[in-house]
Structures are given as C-alpha cells and as structure tokens.
Nanobody, 121 residues
Framework: QVQLVESGGGLAQPGGSLRLSCAASGFTLSSYAMSWARQAPGKGLEWVSGIYSDGRDTYYADSVKGRFTISRDNAKNTVYLQMNSLKPEDTALYYC??????????????WGQGTLGTCSD
C-alpha cells in the first residue's frame, strides 16, 4: 500500500534551517508529482510547494519563495523540503502529499502523517 513518511522536523531558531524528508513506498515515485503542505497551529491547511514527477519544475507559495527548496531523488524514493531563513510563522505541521498525476497542479490522493517544524527562540 502507499505510504508517505515524513521526518526531519524539529526546533530551529529564526534564521535557521530544517530539512524535511518524505520517504515514499508502495508506488512508483518517478511517475507522480509531489507536494508539501503545512498547517500552523489554529490555522487551515496551506499548500507550500510542488514538484513535477521528473523534478523538471518546481512551484512555491509566495510565503516561502526564495527560502524553501523542494527536490526529489526518485532513485531513493524520497522527496525533500529544504527550509532556510526560517521565521516563527513557519511553525507548522508539515505534510507530504502524492499528486494524482505527473504534474503538480492536480488533486492529492495520499498524505503522510506530518512532521512538526518549529521556529522559535
């Protein structure tokens, strides 16, 4: 069965970095786009970033553009989110999501359980 397992969350100071990983199994990762989304405490779900199945193009929410980088290693069945220049407002539960097709502009059909990233002094 499809599984997405996020890791790498933790505590970072403002201006610091975290690198999230999403280990995928149960499907051929190279055939599907992937995305990251987040939910801050008391707020709704926010899309963060997406990447094509072959990694040829990436997309970011305005709130993270220039600070976050999504990437993938299809040979390792893993998707990453490098988060730099963190701000307290980046504190959230971060989810990895599988997109239905090879392009990221589509619905999601599977989600991970989330990993908590906290930015605080």
């Amino acid at each position: 069965q499809v599984q997405l397992v996020e890791s790498g969350g933790g505590l970072a100071q403002p201006g610091g970095s975290l690198r999230l990983s999403c280990a995928a199994s149960g499907f051929t990762l190279s055939s599907y786009a992937m995305s990251w989304a987040r939910q801050a405490p008391g707020k709704g779900l926010e899309w963060v970033s997406g990447i094509y199945s072959d990694g040829r193009d990436t997309y970011y929410a305005d709130s993270v553009k220039g600070r976050f980088t999504i990437s993938r290693d299809n040979a390792k069945n893993t998707v990453y989110l490098q988060m730099n220049s963190l701000k307290p407002e980046d504190t959230a539960l971060y989810y990895c999501a599988k997109v239905r097709f090879s392009a990221p502009h589509s619905d999601y059909d599977y989600w991970g359980q989330g990993t908590l990233g906290t930015c605080s002094d």
